[in-house]
């Protein structure tokens, strides 16, 4: 089965559920694997009454793994709140899924929509009753049965370095990042300017036109300025350059910056040596190798250079989301 044709269908997710018996769970592959797994929590002497507590809290959780392997793809992602990873982007290609039994009594089915899992995924970190690994201590107990193959990381749906007009996003996610409304799910807010951030972050990561008004409309506002930061990717994306170091000139120096320099040593393409020199990210560096990557219709460089996008957009949604939640700014 191709990875670029549907995984999943909502009538065979709620089949494979109903037959797993209280108690057992679903884990579901990036490659259209299923299989029902009986929970074993083991206890050690002496903490049975532990084991059973953690095995009533699991019943009604959801996991989700990414299998890349690879810290440009997985590092943001898994810093992310679980609700803002799952809508960043679609985790059924290259994140394996554990589904508890309870969960579905929680959630309710799977919806016959374009994309069931990731739809349900999104519902169910809205109702916060998933977790990414890697999580320490009570999912030790809960460990998988099944070593993923390996992955193709190319199927993985990065964002591009050039918006996709034509991106066809299911209605259900159109719908849900255009309705997203940041203190309806994080309550503690603190800065109105990052948190309408986070929603132009999203709009960019869909190729969404709305996510330049958003961002326009918190100009030189917010902790960091996220908002003029996601100004200078849409223009980074348009491709428009020159325009996109404009706005990253406003942004400055910015917390996820130290993070992408030691990220860009990683890559093997020496064009990734500009970007960090002396261990010093260079955010005008990066429009360039872009801009290069376009032009050239360079595969591999695009590829190279989509992966430490993906991994600047999660950290930016990440980095608002904490500056939109932590005292800083007056709200507003």
């Known amino acids: 089965m191709s990875r670029l044709n549907p995984l999943w269908t909502a009538g065979r997710l709620n089949?494979?559920?109903a037959n797993a018996s209280d108690g057992a769970r679903l884990e579901l592959g990036p490659d259209g694997r299923i299989e029902v797994v009986q929970a074993d929590l083991k206890a050690l002497p002496g903490l049975e009454r532990q084991a059973q507590t953690m095995k009533r809290h699991l019943r009604s959780r959801v996991f989700v793994e990414p299998t890349t392997g690879s810290y440009q793809f997985n590092a943001g992602f898994r810093k992310l709140p679980p609700f803002l990873a799952l809508l960043s982007i679609n985790?059924?290609?290259w994140c394996s899924t554990t589904v508890a039994s309870g969960a579905l009594e929680l959630v309710g089915p799977?919806?016959?929509y374009p994309n069931p899992l990731w739809e349900w995924l999104v519902r169910a970190a809205r109702a916060n009753r998933v977790t990414i690994f890697p999580f320490q201590g009570p999912i030790a107990f809960f460990g998988r049965s099944h070593r993923e193959p390996p992955l193709d990381k190319k199927d993985i749906p990065l964002p591009d370095l050039v918006h996709d007009k034509q991106s066809g996003s299911p209605a259900w996610l159109r719908s849900t990042v255009d309705d997203f409304e940041f203190s309806r799910i994080f309550t503690n807010v603190e800065s109105a300017?990052?948190?309408?951030?986070?929603?132009?972050?999203l709009m960019e990561m869909h190729d969404l036109a709305e996510?330049?008004?958003l961002a326009q409309s918190i100009e030189g506002r917010g902790q960091h300025r996220a908002g003029d930061y996601w100004h200078a990717i849409h223009h980074r994306r348009e491709p428009d350059p020159s325009n996109a170091k404009y706005w990253l000139r406003k942004v400055g120096s910015h917390p996820i910056h130290p993070i992408l320099a030691a990220s860009s040593h990683t890559e093997a393409d020496e064009s990734f040596e500009k970007l960090a020199p002396n261990g010093v990210w260079d955010p005008l560096a990066f429009v360039?190798?872009?801009a290069r990557a376009i032009?050239?219709?360079d595969f591999e460089l695009a590829w190279a250079a989509?992966?430490?996008q993906f991994l600047e957009m999660t950290l930016l949604l990440d980095s608002a989301h904490d500056d939109a939640t932590t005292s800083g700014v007056p709200a507003g």
């Open 193 to 201: 300017a990052d948190a309408t951030a986070v929603a132009a972050g």
């Open 15 to 17: 089949e494979a559920l």
């Open 91 to 93: 985790p059924e290609p």
């Open 288 to 290: 360039d190798l872009c």
């Open 211 to 213: 996510s330049h008004e």
């Open 306 to 308: 989509r992966r430490l």
């Open 110 to 112: 799977f919806l016959h």
């Open 295 to 297: 032009e050239d219709k």
